[in-house]
């Protein structure tokens, strides 16, 4: 089974930045859409940000729109998110998560085959 091991989570002031890894156990980051998923505390888990499976295509929450970037790396089997211009509202713990699809079309939480473990993430002064 695929394993994913996040990295890179912390705690930052607002209007910092952080940078977020994913590495994976197995090569299989060009077969699958990948991406993050975040859950505040007494919130459902929601998707922030999805690469598809090429990584020439990527889709992003609106209220990270202009801030976040996801990128991947398929030679050292990591997914990245880049943080910019973080606020509280950004607050909680970011879950990798590969889809059964190649598209991020459908990339929700039905659609995930594999989780990592969470990194928590806290925005504040």
């Known amino acids: 089974q695929l394993q994913l091991v996040e990295s890179g989570g912390g705690l930052v002031q607002p209007g910092g930045s952080l940078r977020l890894s994913c590495v994976a156990s197995a090569f299989t980051l060009n077969q699958h859409a990948i991406g993050w998923f975040r859950q505040a505390p007494g919130k459902e888990r929601e998707p922030v940000s999805c690469?598809?499976?090429?990584?020439?295509?990527?889709e992003y929450a609106d209220s990270v729109k202009g801030r976040f970037t996801i990128s991947r790396d398929n030679g050292k089997k990591t997914v990245y998110l880049q943080m910019n211009s973080l606020k509280p509202d950004d607050t909680g713990v970011y879950y990798c998560?590969?889809?059964?699809?190649?598209?991020?079309?459908?990339?929700?939480?039905?659609?995930?085959?594999?989780w990592g473990q969470g990194t928590q993430v806290t925005v504040s002064s």
């Open positions: 998560a590969q889809a059964h699809f190649t598209s991020c079309s459908a990339y929700v939480v039905g659609s995930i085959t594999s």
């Open positions: 690469i598809n499976s090429f990584g020439g295509s990527t």
